[in-house]
């Protein structure tokens, strides 16, 4: 039977994370493509304790309905961990503005749900977090881009995009600033400080324009070669900008819990989407995650995480300098769980003779122009590749495999990887 489908339904389309990821789970494919966390580092017996002690401590509150803000204690820590991560006083971040979703991914989808309409202009990096790309094209939005350096978003340029929106009188539509400053997927590239605090005095400089900006820091506690920098959000003040983190890449993806703090403007609009939504999200996943910082074992299993991805990162550069050295260019993250590749004059499309010729010798990557909003304007010799879900022997083997394909496709042979 064919329904009438909502034009939000027709705009969906389904994401090419999900074919990579399908891929990577057959035979004897190394996928250095799915952005998971590593799945050894999962703190199976931290949480296996946790539960004795919950179920002792905490009854049956575990398995009730919560509220659609979240578990007060768990919200209490979070801002307590946010305002000590900034420097800040614990009373700057005042309860109410925080607020438990299901993953960050969720209060994105809120967030634009309630701030665009069809035809408004949302701004974001170039390259940017994928996944947030589909929402946005399901949302109607126009989606315009701002290039990024090795300090992050470039400023300067975000000044003259919205000096000429403002010139050509859509200052009104402009609705959301997108900015994923630490560790970015896909590039690692963070946003410096000195590029924080000119973006913060940036937006306050246009009276015209009353955007959001959201600051997606789901990769901030992953660092590994750098110091913290001070949030957009303590910059500003928390007037404009909500701040968003998620317990899935430090803690555990499946427990799918994530955190923001809210403009005081979007508190009550958020809180009645969401209970739309449902109601609250899952109170036992928050109830464990509390557990785990109450047993001071959160932070210990962060540090171990950093450590962990330090040397993996380290491991795929070394094999990307043996392999592709003169041949590619990266830059080295500080944090997070990817590497953003060039390979020069060599298209890396789904469709292009490398993705193909990678399918075959079993190893696969994300195609670096999905990060892109302007498809076919955007570079198209960009790939993103992951360390986080893969091991050290697949590390050496994945890129050994990806140098393999790039020399078969540059030279014309059709020779295939051989188990």
Not at 107 to 115: A, K, S, V
Not at 331 to 349: A, E, F, Q
Request: glycine letters at 10%; hydrophobic letters at 40%.
């Amino acid at each position: 039977m064919e329904f009438a489908i909502s034009r939000r339904g027709r705009l969906a389309q389904p994401q090419p994370i999900s074919y990579l990821m399908a891929q990577g789970v057959s035979g004897d494919c190394i996928s250095l493509a799915a952005g998971l966390v590593d799945a050894g580092s999962l703190p199976t017996e931290g949480v296996a304790g946790c539960m004795s002690s919950f179920f002792a401590g905490r009854g049956r509150a575990g398995l009730q309905y919560g509220t659609t803000e979240g578990l007060v204690s768990l919200r209490e820590k979070v801002r307590k961990r946010l305002s000590h991560a900034d420097g800040l006083d614990v009373d700057s971040i005042p309860l109410e503005r925080v607020m438990l979703s299901t993953g960050s991914q969720q209060m994105l989808y809120i967030l634009t749900e309630i701030m665009v309409d069809p035809g408004d202009i949302v701004i974001t990096a170039a390259p940017t977090y994928f996944v947030y790309l589909g929402t946005l094209e399901t949302a109607g939005a126009q989606v315009l881009s701002v290039p990024i350096d090795e300090q992050g978003l470039r400023v300067e340029e975000l000044a003259k995009l919205l000096g000429r929106i403002e010139h050509e009188g859509r200052a009104a539509k402009v609705k959301i600033i997108y900015t994923a400053d630490y560790f970015q997927n896909p590039s690692g590239m963070s946003l410096s400080l000195d590029r924080r605090q000119e973006l913060a005095a940036l937006l306050g400089s246009f009276e015209s324009m009353r955007p959001l900006i959201i600051e997606d820091a789901a990769y901030r506690e992953l660092r590994f070669e750098s110091d913290d920098t001070r949030s957009l959000w303590s910059i500003d003040g928390g007037r404009r900008v909500a701040y968003l983190g998620t317990f899935s890449k430090p803690f555990s993806p499946g427990l799918r819990t994530g955190f923001s703090v809210l403009p005081e403007g979007l508190i009550d609009p958020v809180r009645v989407v969401k209970g739309n939504h449902d109601f609250g999200s899952a109170g036992f996943n928050q109830h464990v995650i509390d557990c785990f910082i109450d047993e001071g074992l959160y932070d210990v299993h962060v540090e171990k995480l950093r450590a962990l991805y330090a040397e993996k990162c380290g491991l795929m550069c070394k094999s990307l300098t043996q392999h592709l050295e003169g041949r590619a260019e990266w830059v080295r993250p500080k944090g997070g769980l990817y590497v953003w590749v060039r390979i020069p004059g060599l298209d890396t499309g789904m469709d292009s003779p490398l993705f193909k010729r990678c399918v075959a010798n079993g190893v696969l990557y994300v195609p670096g122009i999905f990060a892109y909003s302007d498809r076919p304007s955007a570079p198209k010799d960009m790939m993103r590749l992951s360390f986080g879900p893969v091991s050290s022997e697949e590390i050496v083997e994945g890129v050994g495999r990806l140098a393999m394909s790039i020399e078969q496709v540059s030279s014309g042979c059709s020779g295939g990887f051989r188990p």
